[in-house]
T-cell receptor, first 113, second 111 residues
Framework: DGGITQSPKYLFRKEGQNVTLSCEQNLNHDAMYWYRQDPGQGLRLIYYSQIVNDFQKGDIAEGYSVSREKKESFPLTVTSAQKNPTAFYLC????????????FGQGTRLTVV | KQEVTQIPAALSVPEGENLVLNCSFTDSAIYNLQWFRQDPGKGLTSLLLIQSSQREQTSGRLNASLDKSSGRSTLYIAASQPGDSATYLCAVSGGYQKVTFGTGTKLQVIP
C-alpha cells in the first residue's frame, strides 16, 4: 500500500538531547513537509523540500534541522536548541504541481522528560 | 497574512442529522482548499480537495463547496454517523510554503 510512514509513534527526549523523527513515503512524491501541531493551534510548517538535496525553512524552523538525501525520506532532527519541543509532529508529501493533494503520516508525539 | 477560521470549534449532533462545517479565509488568492479529518492522536486523512477554479467536490456523504470571492468553504456531511466523530480541518494553499491550516471543528455524533 502506498503511504507515508512516521516512526516512532511516541518519543521521549531528555533535556539537552537531539532526537530524530523518521518520515518515509512510497508515493513517488517530490515534495515533503514537516508540521508541528499544538493544542488549540493550527498546524505550523517547520521545513519543506521540493526535491532531493534541497529544503527550505518554514515558519518555525529554529531549533530543527532536516535532510533530504533520498526522495523517499525526509528525517527531522529536533535539536537541544528547540526550547519547547513537546508537540505532535506530522510529516506530509505531495506532488509538485503547485500544492496538490497532500497526504499525511500518522504522526509522532514527542515529549520532553 | 492568510488567516483561516473554523467555526464552531466544537459541535455535537444526534446520529442521522445533516450538518455543515464552516471554513473562512482572509486572502482569496489561493490555489486550492483541502478538507481533512483527524482522529485523536492520529495523522490527517484527506477528505476532499477543491481547486480554486472549482465550486464543489463530492465524495460519498461528503460535499465541499468553495466560494473564493467571499473567502468561504463549507463541508456538508449527510446522514451523520458516530464514526464521523473526529476533528475536521481545512487548509488553504497559496503555494508550497503558504499553506495555512484552520484550528479545526471537533465533531461528536451521538448515537
Amino acid at each position: 500500500d502506498g503511504g507515508i510512514t512516521q516512526s516512532p509513534k511516541y518519543l521521549f527526549r531528555k533535556e539537552g538531547q537531539n532526537v530524530t523523527l523518521s518520515c518515509e513515503q512510497n508515493l513517488n512524491h517530490d515534495a515533503m513537509y514537516w508540521y508541528r501541531q499544538d493544542p488549540g493551534q493550527g498546524l505550523r510548517l517547520i521545513y519543506y523540500s521540493q526535491i532531493v538535496n534541497d529544503f527550505q525553512k518554514g515558519d518555525i524552523a529554529e531549533g530543527y534541522s532536516v535532510s533530504r538525501e533520498k526522495k523517499e525520506s525526509f528525517p527531522l532532527t529536533v535539536t537541544s536548541a528547540q526550547k519547547n519541543p513537546t508537540a505532535f509532529y506530522l510529516c506530509a508529501s505531495s506532488g509538485t504541481s503547485k500544492f496538490t493533494e497532500a497526504f499525511f503520516g500518522q504522526g509522532t508525539r514527542l515529549t520532553v522528560v | 497574512k492568510q488567516e483561516v477560521t473554523q467555526i464552531p470549534a466544537a459541535l455535537s449532533v444526534p446520529e442521522g442529522e445533516n450538518l455543515v462545517l464552516n471554513c473562512s479565509f482572509t486572502d482569496s488568492a489561493i490555489y486550492n482548499l483541502q478538507w481533512f479529518r483527524q482522529d485523536p492522536g492520529k495523522g490527517l486523512t484527506s477528505l476532499l480537495l477543491i481547486q480554486s477554479s472549482q465550486r464543489e467536490q463530492t465524495s460519498g456523504r461528503l460535499n465541499a463547496s468553495l466560494d473564493k470571492s467571499s473567502g468561504r468553504s463549507t463541508l456538508y456531511i449527510a446522514a451523520s454517523q458516530p464514526g464521523d466523530s473526529a476533528t475536521y480541518l481545512c487548509a488553504v494553499s497559496g503555494g508550497y510554503q503558504k499553506v495555512t491550516f484552520g484550528t479545526g471543528t471537533k465533531l461528536q455524533v451521538i448515537p
